[in-house]
């Protein structure tokens, strides 16, 4: 059973893909069957496209859990990647 199926109706669901460029392809919503089929299918769809860009996506993901009113529900953000090296702007710092 993968994540999405786990998912019951009073859970919220989004789908960020955090290369080159973001795109948020699935927004927030209720985890209804309908919302779960999208999200399956949109993951699904998700091919080889651009530098992995983890920083911005995850802000971008976290921004849409946190636009839920404060101690309402549990928020978690799950983070599916590639293993491939982080897209960095020019000046960002490089950890060692």
């Known amino acids: 059973m993968t994540a999405i199926e786990r998912l019951e109706p009073r859970d919220r669901v989004a789908l960020v893909v955090f290369d080159d460029p973001i795109a948020t392809l699935l927004p927030l919503a209720a985890a209804s069957t309908e919302a779960r089929r999208a999200a399956a299918g ?6 080889p496209r651009g530098s992995t860009n983890l ?3 995850w802000l971008i993901a976290c921004g849409l859990i946190g636009r839920e009113p404060p101690h309402e529900r ?3 953000c799950f983070v599916l990647t590639d293993s491939q090296g982080t ?10």
């Open 42 to 47: 949109a993951l699904g769809g998700i091919g």
């Open 55 to 57: 920083g911005e996506g």
């Open 74 to 76: 549990l928020r978690r």
């Open 87 to 96: 897209h960095r702007r020019p000046g960002q710092c490089r950890n060692r």
